[in-house]
C-alpha cells in the first residue's frame, strides 16, 4: 500500500500545475478618472454616463466604467456628430438623469 501511495504522490508531483494568469491591465476607469481624460466637470461625466453612451457598472455608491467600451465610444466620436464639454444638451426626449 505504502508504495501504490508513494507512486501516486510522485506523479502528482511531477504534474505542472498551472496557476491562474491575471493581467495587470485596467479593465475599468473611474468617474475622476474619465473626467481627466477628457477634460471635463464631475457634472458633465454624469450626464455622459446617464446617457448610457459606454457600458458602466455600480458597485454600492462606486461607478466604474468599462475601459474597452469607453475607449470604442471615444475612438467613434469623430465619426458622427460629437459632443463636448458642459454644453452638451440631451437629445429630444432623453433623459439625462437616467440611472445616476
Known sequence: MNSLM?????ALNETPVSLPV????????TVPEMMDILGISQSTAYLLIGRKEFHTVRIGRHIRISKVSFDAWLDGQGKEESTHGDTAAPAQGENIHAGV
Open 6 to 10: 508513494e507512486q501516486r504522490i510522485e
Open 22 to 29: 491575471f493581467s495587470t491591465e485596467k479593465r475599468v476607469y
